[in-house]
């Protein structure tokens, strides 16, 4: 984005906010934590050029602005700010249900002390050169200020569990009783086959791809969710906000299209329906494992790799 | 179980491996989360999500764990209908009225087995199980027999013939008492129940064999009058349904203390106990047999007495015991199970210092049918009023010396009640009201006076634990929730006194944009549901001490219009209308809203 398009994006913005800023401004109540409304026209400012991408409408801009959480946001950076009674506001809505969250999140009484004895130091935020760095400073209030929090936590516990996962011994593992053999078979295998492709019909790869290319953002989603990450149907529900049983009939009616798309796909390809059929039904497991594609990803295992993490996290969690 | 190929599950898990540099800010999950996104920002997050374990991870992290403060709390429910058919054939099959003869020819003058009732305690026990075993109006001469405490006895005796002078026990509803003189015998099965499933085991293949004969007689014992045999238990329940409930009764063999109870809606003439328990077998209608009528009279064995002894000379004439088969014998043993629709109030009465208060009279009213049952508590303080109806009841606890405490819509659900009350000591503006005696009241002890009875009905007196607040029903609830209104400037207002003065409620629950204008409200009960500009639906659960935001969508397709008219039938269906026109309902107490298909 070069400085000329920065500038005009800021200028329609800024013209956007111009007509609703100060009402925003009342509602938000800022001056209460001691924010002048000029300055809380910048954040709202620095808050829009974020998000908003450039040529937005200056309709959508002031709707923007408009479904922010004002009241939150001005709370959130009074006490970035450092005022007395934006803290004591802020505690007072806060300070139980942060626990509670951290509670919901590690399911662990001393670990979520900790997580929300962790947060609350990075809210704070004084560094040892006695300068406010405060996390709440980069709060835009797009969702609600709770809802933030706990997704904070929920960040926070994961990086966590990342940084503890590095430095679980073997012995650990061992006696965790984690199954070396089932789990990284699979992904081996998982890999060796995309690595050893000649196992399977060539032609079975790019179908697949293509298929799953032509899913919608949420009905990968839903399916990553479900199939990958072991979601109940109610939790995918709750993150999308529809009954569960609407999640039920779509995760239904997409394994039942997947299939069919790749059999139809396979088709297209020239392959007949029982041929299609079979391949599609390998068992991924029984395939041929390249012993090489094998050590590869066991020597990868050493770093972080987000879905072994999740994997684990998912266990813990349950 | 949705199923994909293995290999399809690979290729998802192969795009996640890739891995991700940024990830989107916590404000843009939560508002994902929140269903707060545009569309737009909503693909991008969905697209990131799709491929990225770790954010997934924390949106399903980041769920409000308390998706509790959208529900709506769903009012207690009462059993399942099949629970109830449960019950009911559980009725049918104990309700079978089994009668078997003792005739000891040979012993004329002996006592009858008879056993004396049983002491039974004033029982929490949820089945009442009453007993009554009489002899049918055969052309045999059968002589009911009353299995008591001593099941085993009576059991193992059954079949010896027997002297009839057998005091036997009436089973059969009060106003049928007239007309069916021959009761035999019952007994109060509340107390034992462990002897019940000997006493009934013995008895139940006479009531199977019984049950054919019996059974095209469906609701009315055969006249006993002219008949040899002529024991008949009519346990046909009238439709006043009175029964009789073993509670706190005299130990010796006299009888139970009665008290009289409303079953409910057994009308129609259900039949139960003596001879009908066989017809109840066979008809369907056993099912709504609520309860079994024994009343265990040993007064009334006395007065019949006579005619038992009747009975047996005209039965050793006919050589009763030698015809007197299984298939001849009917016994009844009238059992009353508790059916589906039967509950219980239960309590302990204090006064304010914590002392329990024995000997208060305990009267709840059932204020839909206006049927009232009486009881009192005990030494401990406690009462315990069970087979009741389910339905409303007002119960009143008075005592003397203290003020009356009076709790109304207490609702009864096929599920004991507990409700403890603290009897308020009475005032002495009150004492003044009282009769001469009343100078003896002493007004700060709780203990004397027990002369005076006050009748003051204070119901702001009474302390209400958390417990019973939540069984007050929603009637109670709208008195103390109030009515609502929305003022011009979009302020909620509430009025206690119908609409005499009106007090603003905050409404602040978080993530609401304070500028959304609110519009309309609607209220049932503690539910109240408040409607404002910019798809705003606010929600308290407690009478609005406490709004959380409802945010109204399905799918991407979330409710922004402003809402112009809302209106909840009941705390489950509501339905809102929008400035545009467009209408969504919900079913679940706005767990979930649809769009109206035929809206826009």
């Not at chain 1, 829009?48 to 923007?64: I, M, N, R, V, W």
């Not at chain 1, 130091?121 to 996390?135: C, F, H, I, M």
């Not at chain 2, 088969?325 to 508790?338: H, W």
């Amino acid at each position: 984005m070069n400085t000329n398009a920065t500038l005009q994006s800021a200028l329609g913005i800024t013209s956007a906010l111009q007509p609703v800023s100060g009402g925003l401004c009342a509602q938000s109540r800022c001056a209460e934590w001691g924010i002048p409304h000029a300055d809380f026209e910048q954040i709202l400012l620095a808050v829009g050029a974020k998000y908003l991408p450039e040529g937005t409408q200056s309709g959508d801009a002031a709707a923007f602005f408009k479904s922010l959480k004002v009241e939150e946001l001005a709370l959130a950076r009074g006490c970035a700010a450092g005022h007395e009674r934006a803290w004591e506001v802020f505690l007072t809505r806060y300070r139980e249900k942060l626990f509670e969250m951290a509670l919901s999140i590690a399911r662990d009484g001393a670990t979520a002390r900790e997580l929300a004895d962790s947060l609350y130091a990075d809210l704070y935020g004084v560094n040892s050169r006695g300068e406010r760095v405060s996390k709440l400073a980069s709060y835009t209030g797009r969702g609600s200020l709770e809802g933030w929090l706990r997704t904070v936590l929920a960040q926070e516990f994961i990086n966590r569990y990342r940084k503890q996962r590095r430095t679980t011994s073997l012995d650990e593992e061992i006696e965790q009783g984690r199954q070396f053999a089932a789990q990284p078979v699979e992904t081996a295998a998982l890999a060796a086959g995309s690595e050893s492709g000649s196992a399977i019909d060539p032609r079975l790869d790019p179908s697949i791809t293509s298929v799953l290319d032509s899913l919608t953002n949420e009905d990968r989603y839903v399916l990553a969710s479900y199939f990958l990450d072991g979601r109940t149907l109610a939790d995918v529900a709750r993150t999308l906000g529809v009954h569960e049983s609407t999640i039920s009939r779509r995760v239904d009616k997409l394994a039942r299209g997947l299939r069919k798309q790749i059999l139809s796909e396979l088709g297209r390809r020239g392959m007949t329906r029982r041929q299609a059929e079979e391949c599609l039904d390998t068992d991924v497991r029984d395939l041929k494992v390249d012993l090489r594609a094998r050590l590869t990803q066991e020597s990868r295992a050493g770093t972080f790799s987000p879905r072994e993490a999740l994997t684990d996290s998912t266990e813990t969690s349950k | 179980m949705p199923e994909l190929p293995k290999i399809v599950i690979r290729k998802l898990a192969e795009r996640e491996l890739r891995p991700d540099v940024s990830h989107p800010d916590a404000d843009l999950l939560t508002a994902f989360v929140e269903c707060a996104l545009p569309d737009r920002d909503r693909g991008t997050v969905l697209r990131h999500l799709a491929d990225c374990p770790s954010c997934r991870e924390i949106v399903a992290l980041a769920q409000p764990a308390e998706v509790a403060a959208d529900t709506v709390i769903s009012p207690p429910r009462s059993r399942s209908r099949l629970a109830f058919l449960r019950w009911g054939a559980l009725a049918a099959c104990a309700v079978l009225v089994v009668s078997f003869a003792m005739l000891r020819q040979r012993q004329p003058g002996d006592v009858p087995l008879l056993a004396k009732n049983q002491t039974s305690v004033p029982s929490s026990e949820p089945r009442s199980i009453e007993q009554g075993s009489v002899a049918p109006a055969s052309d045999k001469a059968v002589l009911g027999y009353a299995d008591t405490g001593d099941a085993g006895r009576g059991v193992a005796n059954q079949l010896t013939p027997a002297a009839p002078a057998a005091a036997p026990i009436a089973a059969l509803p009060r106003e049928r008492k007239s007309e069916a003189p021959a009761m035999i015998a019952g007994y109060d099965a509340e107390t034992v129940p462990g002897t019940h499933s000997k006493a009934e085991r013995a008895l139940m293949p006479l009531a199977r064999a019984a049950a054919p004969r019996r059974a095209p007689s469906p609701t009315r014992a055969p006249s006993p009058t002219n008949d040899s045999a002529g024991f008949v238990a009519n346990g046909e329940i009238s439709s006043s349904n009175v029964t009789t409930q073993s509670f706190g009764l005299p130990l010796n063999g006299r009888s139970v203390s009665h008290l009289s109870r409303i079953a409910p809606g057994v009308g129609a003439g259900a039949p139960v106990g003596g001879v009908m328990g066989a017809s109840a077998a066979a008809q369907p209608s056993a099912a709504d047999v609520k309860t079994g009528l024994v009343k265990a009279a040993k007064e009334k064995a006395a007065a019949s007495d006579e005619a038992v002894r009747a009975q047996q000379q005209g039965l050793a004439h006919g050589d009763a015991l030698k015809t007197a088969d299984a298939g001849t014998r009917t016994g009844s043993v009238a059992k009353a199970v508790r059916t589906g629709h039967e509950g219980g109030i239960r309590g302990l009465v204090t006064d304010p210092s914590g002392a329990v208060v024995p000997d208060a009279n305990v009267t709840i009213t059932n204020t839909a049918t206006g049927l009232s049952l009486a009881s009192t508590t005990n030494v401990a303080g406690l009462y315990d009023v069970s087979s009741v109806p389910a339905g409303p009841y007002t119960i009143a606890i008075s005592k003397a010396g203290f003020q009356d405490f009076v709790r109304s819509g207490v609702n009864v659900e096929p599920s004991t009640v507990a409700l403890n009350a603290t009897l308020q000591v009475g005032a002495v503006s009150e004492a003044v009201t009282v009769e001469a005696q009343a100078s003896s009241v002493d007004t700060t002890s709780a203990t004397t006076s027990p002369t005076t009875a006050y009748a003051p009905n204070d119901k702001d007196a009474f302390r209400a634990s958390s417990e019973e607040m939540a069984n007050l029903p929603s009637l109670v609830a709208a008195r103390q929730a109030g009515i609502w209104q929305i003022t011009a400037a979009g302020n909620l207002e509430r009025s206690f006194d119908g609409g005499k003065s009106w007090e603003t409620v905050p409404v602040l629950p978080a993530g609401v944009n304070p500028a959304a204008r609110l519009r309309v409200v609607a209220a049932t009960g503690f539910q109240v549901w408040v409607g404002g500009n910019g798809g705003v639906l606010l929600h308290s659960q407690d009478a609005g001490s406490r709004f959380t935001n409802v945010k109204v969508h399905k799918r991407n397709f979330a409710l922004t219009g402003d809402i112009v008219a809302l209106a909840f039938s009941d705390a489950q269906h509501g339905r809102l209308e929008t400035a545009e026109h467009e209408v969504w309902t919900t079913t679940d107490g706005g767990k979930t809203w649809r769009p109206d298909a035929g809206a826009k």
